[in-house]
């Protein structure tokens, strides 16, 4: 019994211990435990002293670190305290030497910020100066001097006068050079450019403006009116004397104003479909009135040849009424006049015909143009209602076409009702000669009979 006991403690010590023993070398008895116990517990001291030992070298050597560190950032720190008093005490000085500064410029201070006042103004026009489109790069110098700090030396001095007066004789000169002149499409052409005072550039003909933010000649996207443009041509060719020409006295504002004004196309296309509706309807009436006075106007001639031949009537108003006479010679007098009223009344239909048409026409234009009127303002208001006022460019469509329409109905208008006048005029005065030459008939018949 003692000899298991003995064997069951070896055997759980065994279990306890670190596994480092392998089974052969496991210990038998107590005493072997004993000593393998001892062996280990003393290599394990061993262990423990050596990293007690590091961690102490360790712990020194970061201490001394740590003290370094603090030595370092105490320094820093009061080298953070020395700038700072040094730069206030800079602030100081410059302060002080800016104050004696003024005070030995004296009147130049004042001189110094009317210059650069001057050259601030100054530049910005020589940007857009239509005499930079020649000579390019004269604003650097002078928006430079605007810009500095310090006082001009007098030949700058000097140079900024030269360059106003530069400015002011170029502004006095029609000058002629060779340029690039950038087209609609993109294409750059180099072409001759008329320069016109620092007022206008011409080019080709035709009028072309600097664009500043570009440094670029460009041409206009629309030309000002065939007045104008033709001055140009003119211009150009004269070769000695005194020509026309328009000028833009804001020195190309005003020909810019120009590209964004409406055209004719863009006007009709603002009236929308009743102004095209208008339009069909002038077109539709000048057609009739044209047909009508050609026809009349070949009656008339037709009725004036029958005038001189009246023995012989022919294929024309005046010669069915003179054939109907003839036809008629031996009736009374009563029945020769029925007879030719009735000839008058079969022929007035056919010189009338269509006439009342362009009247209808004449009175239906400004009725549609009154239509697209009140149609354009609903479309305004519908645009307010759902967009409010805060852009008026939203409301353009709307009362482009009202007030459109509203001018195309009465331009239609008017040309009709003056066409009408004339058609019924030329209508009526062949049927005058047709109804004179009855009634000369009708007497002629009577004088007869009576005689």
């Known amino acids: 019994m003692k000899k298991f006991i003995s064997t069951a403690i070896v055997a759980a010590t065994i279990s306890l211990t670190s596994g480092m023993v392998s089974a052969a070398d496991a210990p038998k008895t107590i005493d072997q435990l004993l000593q393998q116990v001892q062996k280990d517990r003393a290599d394990a001291n061993k262990t423990n002293k050596k ?4 961690f102490l070298n360790e712990r020194g050597d970061k201490a001394a670190l740590l003290k ?3 030595a370092a950032l105490a320094a820093e720190v ?6 700072a008093q040094a730069f206030t005490d800079n602030e100081r000085k410059i302060a002080q030497l800016e104050e004696d500064r003024k005070i030995a410029q004296g009147d130049l201070g004042e001189m110094f910020g009317v210059v650069k006042g001057e050259a601030g103004d100054f530049a910005g026009k020589l940007v857009g100066s239509n005499v930079t489109a020649q000579f390019p790069g004269r604003d650097t110098f002078i928006a430079e001097l605007g ?10 001095l000097e140079k900024f006068w030269e360059d106003q007066l530069f400015e002011m004789v170029q502004s006095g000169k029609v000058v002629k050079f060779n340029a690039d002149v950038t087209g609609l499409d993109g294409g750059v052409r180099n072409t001759e450019v008329t320069r016109v005072g620092a007022y206008n550039l011409l080019a080709d003909g035709q009028y072309v403006v600097y664009n500043a933010d ?4 460009q041409e206009l996207s629309q030309q000002p009116g065939a007045e104008q443009v033709s001055s140009v041509k003119s211009f150009n060719n004269a070769t000695s004397g005194y020509e026309k020409l328009f000028v833009d006295p804001a020195r190309g504002v005003l020909l810019s104003v120009f590209t964004q004004k409406a055209t004719i196309e863009e006007r009709i296309e603002a009236g929308g479909t009743i102004g095209y509706i208008i339009i069909g309807l002038l077109i539709f009436g000048a057609l009739i009135a044209i047909e009508r006075l050609i026809k009349l106007y070949v009656v008339g001639a037709q009725v004036s040849r029958q005038r001189k031949d009246i023995e012989n009537p022919g294929n024309n108003p005046l ?5 109907t006479y003839q036809d008629n010679k031996d009736v009374d007098v009563e029945t020769l006049e029925l007879k030719l009223d009735e000839a008058i009344l079969k022929e007035t239909p056919a010189l009338e015909a269509r006439i009342s048409i362009i009247k209808v026409l004449a009175a239906i234009a400004p009725m549609m143009g009154l239509l697209g009127t009140v149609t354009g303002m609903i479309a305004t208001f519908q645009t ?10 939203l409301m353009a469509g709307g009362i482009s076409m009202a007030l459109m329409t509203t001018v195309q109905g009465l331009v239609a208008a008017l040309p009709l009702m003056l066409m009408h006048a004339i058609v019924i005029a030329r209508s009526k005065s062949v049927v005058q000669v047709l109804e004179e030459q009855s009634a000369g008939l009708v007497a002629e018949h009577a004088e007869k009979r009576n005689a």
Not at 78 to 83: E, I, P, S, W, Y
Not at 147 to 156: C, F, N, S, Y
Not at 319 to 323: K, N, S, V, W
Not at 384 to 393: E, H, N, W
């Open 384 to 393: 307010i209602q759902l967009f409010g006022t805060g852009d008026p460019r």
């Open 214 to 217: 570009l440094g670029l000649i």
């Open 68 to 70: 370094r560190e603090k």
């Open 319 to 323: 010669g069915r009424i003179l054939q």
């Open 147 to 156: 810009a500095r700090k310090e006082l001009p030396k007098i030949h700058e």
């Open 51 to 54: 990293r007690e030992a590091e």
């Open 78 to 83: 009061q080298r953070g305290k020395d700038l």
